[in-house]
């Protein structure tokens, strides 16, 4: 019983998924509630996640990857990026504390293994 994309989902979690869908806190017709990209108000802002990994791989790298807890990394972050609160334009005092490449994607990648 159920419906064909029921069916195929089961098929796919049974044999690649390690929760079995009797057991998935989600229920049976998991497909049809998982609304995540078709939402209108939420989809533009998937992409949100992105560009926030991306600049914080990039203030990771420039700053912190050697000694996480170097005292005067944090008070350059600290200055540069929290002090002014929800003040100023967050593009702007990105660009002061990494320069006009905050959007670079290297660090990022290079990360991911690419």
Not at 35 to 55: K, M, N, R
Request: glycine residues 10%.
């Amino acid at each position: 019983g159920g419906s064909k994309s029921t069916e195929v989902l089961r098929r796919v979690f049974d044999k690649h998924f390690p929760v079995k869908m009797e057991n998935n806190p989600i229920g049976g017709s998991w497909e049809t509630k998982w609304t995540h990209l078709i939402d209108t108000t939420y989809a533009g802002s998937y992409y949100t996640y992105i560009l926030a990994e991306i600049v914080t791989a990039n203030i990771w790298n420039r700053f912190f990857a050697e000694d996480p807890l170097n005292a005067e990394s944090g008070r350059k972050y600290r200055e540069a990026i929290l002090a002014s609160g929800s003040r100023d334009d967050p593009r702007q005092l990105l660009k002061g504390l990494l320069g006009d490449d905050f959007l670079s994607p290297d660090s990022w990648l290079e990360g991911l293994g690419c």
